[in-house]
């Protein structure tokens, strides 16, 4: 689908067409998403980002869900806002699903045997177990970001408006904005923009400005 940097990370992800983002969450409910509602032909127009960075990512879509998912260094886990939802799933989906993830955590034997005794797909085995870790888990003291974050930040939000919105109003005095650290002019300008690509950047911008 693209050229560009390979994912590397547990990050949140956003696949697009044109200004509109279709899909947001981790890379791997995205990319089950993309493959059960859009065509060959329209996989082949589908830009997807870090949301962390803005750097594109490059995914290979063609086979089946499990071979898609086989390709995916990372696990499921949704760190998304929630605006988009995923496609209905099948017995069979949810098979190959669970032995991909089955794969790519190299479970041993005894482990696959528990797993598949607790009653319910492997997958949703395993996302209960995260959630329930991150919930006894202390809670994180807030931090405010430094100079690098900011810039970090800034240097995102800016790989994300060229990619995606230098054809919608205001894309140039939003850069502007950007540059000279002006969070509520960039955060009007934004706001009457498609609504995906609005969050993303509108979360971008919390970290982009001090």
């Not at 995205?30 to 493959?35: D, P, T």
């Not at 528990?114 to 009653?119: A, S």
């Not at 003291?141 to 974050?149: F, I, T």
């Not at 502007?176 to 911008?205: E, M, V």
Request: proline residues 6%; negative net charge.
């Amino acid at each position: 689908m693209q050229r560009k940097a390979r994912y590397s990370g547990p990050y949140s992800v956003s696949a697009y067409n044109g200004h509109q983002r279709l899909a947001q969450g981790h890379i791997t409910e995205v990319a089950l998403q993309l493959k059960r509602t859009l065509s060959e032909a329209d996989l082949a127009t589908v830009l997807v980002f870090d949301d962390a960075t803005s750097d594109p990512i490059e995914l290979d879509m063609s086979g089946t869900e499990a071979a898609v998912l086989s390709r995916l260094p990372a696990l499921p886990g949704s760190t998304g806002d929630g605006e988009s939802q995923q496609g209905g799933n099948t017995h069979d989906s949810e098979d190959k699903v669970s032995q991909s993830l089955m794969a790519l955590l190299n479970l041993e034997p005894s482990q696959i045997a528990w797993l598949q005794g607790q009653g319910q797909p492997p997958g949703i085995v395993i996302k209960a177990l995260i959630a329930n870790a991150m919930e006894e888990r202390p809670p994180r003291q807030h931090r405010s970001p430094g100079e690098a974050e900011n810039q970090a930040a800034k240097a995102a939000a800016l790989r994300s408006i060229n990619a995606l919105a230098k054809a919608l109003p205001g894309c140039d005095e939003a850069i502007q904005a950007l540059h000279q650290n002006d969070a509520a002019r960039f955060r009007l300008i934004i706001s009457s923009w498609p609504r995906g690509l609005a969050l993303h950047l509108k979360k971008l911008s919390d970290d982009a400005f001090v």
